[in-house]
């Protein structure tokens, strides 16, 4: 083969730097490939509109036509149409696929891999995952021969940054949201960041590679931090944490409260300041991984942005026209271990409970009854008076328990004429 032709679907924050990497460094990727890849078009929108560095009779609105006249597609478009039938057409064309799109990996993986491995051709997606930051690829092929345990991280940059704005200047939600947009790091439409969409994509992703099964977006326990308020990040510090939106697989044997399977889950959480993840700052990804014969291994850096985004693309266009120069194909999808994605109930944690109570005799009695009433162990109270009436805010921390047993608990103290708000409850991980 004396060249690799590539397509590129799509020229927006991450396509444009794409297309720029790929004509600098040119001789390196080529020395790298073994043969020059040859970029024969970018499929845009708008092919009128002037692209600073990029030759105009690259760019296409014939994506179609484009696909059919490539070995390896790399689709930064997003979303789910036409991407998806746009990587079915380049399979069909037997071209080898690189891709950041998590949304549609999550929602469409599995008849993705299948296209591509009928085909026999590579579908790559390192991006789609913690952006820059090597972890499909470590978890596909470095811990192949390993058993991964569980993953813990920090999979989005744009709710860790406003999370950490709260922290360290106070600012409430809103006014951390807008800086994250001022900053370009939130959409103007924050919903998929700030709702855990984008999290719980990226987490059915690394779930069904880690545990070789097939986990979708959809059966992702999902949780935003859109309820975080400044007085949840301030009670966090209080107790020596700080609030992080946490994804998080796990593997959980068979027991009593059912079969062997898989959890998987987004949501925030009080993470202790001492452990690693307390310290991800800004826009920055980080992902724990444990797995039996490795131990624990740590995977930390920019989870976003054009340019290390890019990078993390073209590395996977380098895989993938190795493999159209000197054959053969990467490894494909491996979900051979089938293991149900089990409900929530089956996830023991911490929790930080806090509620605003009536101050007077006997109301700490009846609170620490119905934890008690369904097995759930307090670790901590801490009581102080709120304004001038007689009322006091209690926070109860307790030792692991089942998430029903929690929110049965929590149902039951809402019920307490003694309770007059259940303010927050938040799960403390990471110890
Ligand atoms: N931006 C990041 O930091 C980042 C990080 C990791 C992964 N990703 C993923 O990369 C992909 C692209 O993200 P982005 O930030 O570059 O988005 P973007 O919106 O900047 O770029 C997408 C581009 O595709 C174009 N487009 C839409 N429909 C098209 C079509 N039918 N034909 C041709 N072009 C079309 C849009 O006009 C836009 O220019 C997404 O899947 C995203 O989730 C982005
Ligand atoms: N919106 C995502 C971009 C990377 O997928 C984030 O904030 O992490
Ligand atoms: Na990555």
């Known amino acids: 083969m004396d060249r690799v032709r590539v397509a590129l679907l799509g020229c927006g924050v991450v396509g444009s730097e794409v297309a720029r990497l790929l004509l600098a460094q040119a001789d390196d990727l080529a020395a790298r490939v073994g043969a020059p890849l040859e970029l024969v078009g970018i499929a845009v929108r708008r092919p009128d509109r002037p692209r600073p560095g990029i030759d105009p009779a690259l760019l296409t609105d014939d994506a179609e036509g484009l696909v059919a006249r490539a070995d390896v597609v790399v689709e930064v478009v997003g979303g789910i149409?036409?991407?998806?039938?746009?990587?079915?057409?380049?399979?069909?064309?037997?071209?080898?696929?690189?891709?950041?799109?998590?949304?549609?990996?999550?929602?469409?993986?599995?008849?993705?891999?299948?296209?591509?491995?009928?085909a026999d051709v590579d579908l790559y997606y390192e991006a789609a995952v913690a952006g820059a930051i090597p972890l499909i690829r470590p978890l596909r092929e470095s811990l192949a021969g390993d058993r991964v345990t569980r993953f813990l991280g920090i999979v989005n940059g744009t709710t860790n940054y406003v999370l950490d704005q709260m922290d360290t200047t106070g600012a409430g939600f809103g006014d951390a949201v807008e800086r994250a947009q001022a900053l370009g790091y939130a959409e103007a439409d924050p919903t998929a960041d700030v709702e855990g969409y984008d999290a719980a994509s990226k987490a059915a992703i690394l779930a069904s590679l880690a545990f070789h099964t097939r986990v979708p977006g959809e059966a992702v326990h999902r949780e935003g931090i859109t309820g975080v308020s400044a007085?949840?990040?301030?009670?966090?510090?209080?107790?020596?944490?700080?609030?992080?939106?946490?994804?998080?697989?796990?593997?959980?044997?068979?027991?009593?409260?059912?079969?062997?399977?898989?959890?998987?889950?987004?949501?925030?959480?009080?993470?202790?300041?001492?452990?690693?993840?307390?310290?991800?700052?800004?826009?920055?990804?980080?992902?724990?991984?444990?797995?039996?014969?490795?131990?624990?291994?740590?995977?930390?850096?920019?989870?976003?942005?054009?340019?290390?985004?890019?990078?993390?693309?073209?590395?996977?266009?380098?895989?993938?026209?190795?493999?159209?120069?000197?054959?053969?194909?990467g490894p494909g999808e491996s979900a051979y271990a089938d293991l149900p994605t089990l409900p929530l109930s089956r996830v023991l944690t911490r929790y930080h409970v806090r509620l605003e109570v009536a101050d007077r005799p006997g109301v700490l009695a009846r609170v620490a009854d119905a934890f008690a009433a369904h097995g759930v162990s307090i670790e901590q109270v801490r009581q102080q008076a709120v304004g001038e009436d007689e009322a006091a805010e209690l926070v109860v921390v307790t030792h692991v328990a089942p998430d029903t047993a929690l929110s049965d608990t929590v149902a039951d103290l809402a019920g307490l004429d003694v309770v007059l708000d259940v303010t927050s409850v938040m799960r403390v991980e990471g110890e």
Do not use: Q
């Open 81 to 118: 149409e036409p991407a998806r039938s746009l990587m079915h057409a380049a399979f069909r064309h037997g071209a080898g696929v690189v891709t950041a799109n998590k949304v549609l990996l999550a929602e469409h993986g599995p008849e993705l891999f299948e296209a591509a491995s009928a």
């Open 231 to 329: 007085a949840d990040v301030a009670a966090a510090a209080r107790m020596g944490c700080v609030v992080k939106l946490l994804a998080i697989g796990s593997r959980e044997p068979e027991g009593p409260d059912g079969p062997a399977g898989v959890t998987v889950r987004v949501h925030p959480a009080f993470v202790p300041r001492s452990h690693p993840l307390a310290g991800v700052r800004g826009p920055f990804n980080a992902v724990f991984v444990e797995a039996e014969a490795a131990g624990e291994l740590m995977f930390y850096g920019p989870g976003a942005g054009g340019t290390p985004t890019a990078g993390a693309v073209l590395g996977d266009v380098v895989a993938v026209a190795r493999h159209r120069v000197h054959g053969g194909r």
